[in-house]
């Protein structure tokens, strides 16, 4: 799978919208991006993915580049049980390689 | 409709002593995820198991560790003759269809070695 680069951390107000960046220059073709989150120790939470268009659902949307190499996770309105680890991940939908890959992740802080 | 269920939440045990993880996937899931993560550290994988099968196990120590998904009951990890430094986060995951689906993630269960 390819790998994502991603700040270490960053923080917003609560209300106000978090844009999550990610970076996966050397993705290829048949490579999805996903998004999870831990909450303090807890399991991880998957959040949205996508290949190649923006996603959007009830949690949160994802904004693809149009070459790909770059994400953005947007949560519209940030709360505080947004507080969180932030994980993108790059991960091929197809075949027998199934596990997820997990990096440093961001640390997003919702202050109030 | 449940998610994924793990049990113990917290384990203690003593250097030596086995310590048995129990998993139990979302209705519908037949594939089972274990990853692990240590102490201020990411999360790896461990193994991947279809019912029955295992179908990847890239991630598992060479020694003292085991999983199995019986046809019928939860998905077992086991760890053998324990020592501190397998004292971490045991998370278990699982997708319904193919290893490809999402991946939704279990409460975890806390391993302590003393």
């Known amino acids: 799978d390819a790998k994502t680069t991603q700040p270490t951390s960053m923080d917003c107000a609560e209300g106000r919208a978090a844009n999550l960046p990610c970076n996966h220059s050397?993705?290829?073709?048949?490579?999805?991006v996903y998004w999870y989150r831990q909450i303090h120790s807890q399991g991880p939470q998957y959040i949205i993915h996508g290949l190649k268009n923006n996603e959007t659902n009830e949690m949160a949307s994802l904004i693809i580049t149009e070459d790909r190499k770059s994400s953005t996770l947007i949560l519209p309105h940030a709360t505080l049980r947004d507080t969180a680890v932030y994980y993108c991940i790059v991960r091929v939908y197809t075949g027998a390689n199934s596990k997820l890959t997990f990096g440093k992740g961001i640390t997003l802080s919702v202050r109030p | 409709n449940a998610g994924v269920m793990q049990n113990p939440r917290h384990l203690v045990r003593r250097r030596g002593q086995e310590a048995r993880l129990r998993c139990s996937p979302m209705k519908g899931h037949s594939h089972v995820y274990w990853y692990r993560q240590l102490p201020e550290e990411g999360l790896k994988f461990m193994v991947y198991?279809?019912?029955?099968?295992?179908?990847?196990e890239s991630g598992m120590p060479k020694e003292r560790f085991s999983a199995e998904f019986p046809k019928e009951g939860p998905s077992i990890l086991r760890i053998q003759q324990v020592v501190r430094g397998d004292s971490a986060a045991y998370f278990c995951?699982?997708?319904?269809?193919?290893?490809?689906?999402?991946?939704?993630f279990g409460p975890g269960t806390r391993l302590t070695v003393l």
């Open positions: 995951a699982s997708s319904p269809r193919t290893g490809t689906d999402t991946q939704y």
């Open positions: 198991l279809q019912k029955e099968n295992i179908i990847d």
């Open positions: 050397t993705i290829s073709g048949n490579e999805y």
